[in-house]
């Protein structure tokens, strides 16, 4: 039994130690390609100005229905 503990010590100790030095080493190897530059920025402002918009506009439409629907009496 002590020569079976000792071999799954070893067979433990000999894939820890793999996969330390792939984790280790495995990533250098497709580093060594340079790195793509940042991509341009794809909005210029137009777009953040047309959600302010539709928001505004949204809000413009709920106050109108608030404002119209007070002028309509509850009995008729």
Known sequence: MAINGSFNNVVFGFFAAFALIFSIFLPTVQAQQPFAPAPAPASDGT???QGIAYVL???ALAVTYL????D?????
């Open 47 to 49: 777009t953040i100005d």
């Open 57 to 59: 506009m949204l809000l």
């Open 67 to 70: 404002i119209h629907s007070a």
């Open 72 to 76: 309509v009496p509850l009995g008729v």
